[in-house]
């Protein structure tokens, strides 16, 4: 680890780049490998999805641990983001993204490879730790491959797509894996694309590098405290709240995460630097992406359950019946990039939460015979309208008067209560969905499975009923975090009208 005192590599000069590589191809190339990247660890977000009930099936995952394949993968990226993003100002940002991409690629293929769900959740969590040292180098490298001017902003145009396109492209391609090959293969598809990354890296340009220090022990206390709160709900809704390893947990949780605050406050390079939230928009925009990505991922992991184990839709088919929600995600989030500028965050955020919240409870309606067409189609555009309105005055309000320098730190933190929120939020609604199922059929899903194996139709029908209720709960709960974020934008963010700030790193839409 250097020193303070380390010797840095060549600064990089605003408008010009040390050492750029020369000519549009080679620049065109370098573009190609970010984007390549960025698009590999976006999707994966999603990609696994799709897989869930294949995985559970061929595995034999309990309703409690699948959740995890989701939140292992969620806990690792958000909890570790901001320690990869200091690693890339202290190590080189090209040397820290080579290494996560190379952890992110034999972590897929561990993952491909994994014969019991101890092992592929273990793979899950490599992946996150992977994702979070290359994700916040991707943006960084950008700035120091790319002159400033018609170059740069073209590729930062192409970086923010690949976040926005990621979570559509991991749901059609989960499926078409899952279906044509095996669910093994939303994992090994990774590896030809991280392979060719890895190989492209020597186009990019390393970043000026930093002196100071990596804040493991923030890093060890912060996830920590955040893995035995999400394992202590788990828990608790398998065995019971008074359970003596679900107090244990939560208990460990309170004191790692105290720790982690009072180590935040006294460390000289802390990896959450606490001033940020001094600023109520920006401490606004934070907690409401918390709430929004807690009920963003129920979205994606309930209603993938319900479309494939009540409805019997096909991998493949699943993934095309999300296109409505990239319909209208796409469609709104253009139009709240161009709100933005006349009108206040919170005037297009707060109206799209309110929608996100009404098409969340929409599909709170759903039966087990409901139709795609007038239900699931029309409430899935209607909630991606509302959650597009809410992202592009989110990332502004994070950046909201901070410092120059400090825009990247701002931004991550964006995205990590965006993950982070996920994993606590499909803790607590898939704990909410598995009681109110098994208390209309004890173990629903397993019987739901023995139906199946032995064609008792009658069993089949009680088990979908009981799921569909878990669904139903899951999915109001999830409006109710909808509105929550609402109330939070609207008594919290109360920044004006604002412009695009460069270098603010798009949040994952997915």
Known sequence: MPSDSATVTPSVHTGAVTGAPGGPRRLGLALVVIAAAQLMLILDATITNIALPAIQTELGVSDANLAWIVNSYALAFGGLLLLGGRAGDLYGRRRVFQIGIAVFTVASLLGGLAQNEGLLILARVLQGVGAALAAPSALALITTTFPAGKERNKAMGVYAAMAGIGATVGLLLGGVLTDTLDWRWVFFVNIPIGVAVLAGTRLLVEAERHPGRLDVPGAVTGTGGLISLVYGITRGGEHGWTNGLTLASFALATVLLAVFLVGQRRAAHPMMPLHLFKDRTRSGSYATMLFIGAGMIAFFYFLTLYMQLILGYSAVKTGFAYLPFSLGMGIAAAASSKLVTHVAPRVVAGPGLLVAGAGMFWFAALTPDSSFTTHLMPAMFVT???????????????????????????????????????????????????????????????????????????????????????????????????????????????????????????????
């Not at 592009?392 to 933190?413: D, F, I, Q, Y």
């Not at 995205?415 to 704990?431: D, E, F, K, Y």
Request: hydrophobic residues 50%; proline residues 2%.
């Open 384 to 510: 991606a309208l509302g959650l597009g309105m809410s992202f592009v005055p989110m990332t502004l309000g994070a950046v909201h008067a901070v410092e120059h320098h400090e825009t990247g730190s701002a931004s991550a933190l964006l995205n990590t209560a965006q993950q982070i929120g996920g994993a606590l939020g499909l803790a607590v609604l898939s704990t909410l969905s598995t009681t109110a199922a098994d208390d209309k059929l004890p173990e629903a899903a397993s019987s739901l499975y023995r139906g199946l194996a032995t064609r008792d139709h009658a069993l089949i029908a009680k088990a979908g009923e009981a799921l569909t209720h878990g669904y139903t709960v899951a999915f109001a709960a999830a409006s109710v975090m909808f509105l929550a974020a609402l109330v939070i934008t609207a008594t919290a963010i109360n920044a004006k009208k604002q412009q695009h700030v460069e270098g603010a790193a798009p949040v994952h839409m997915g």
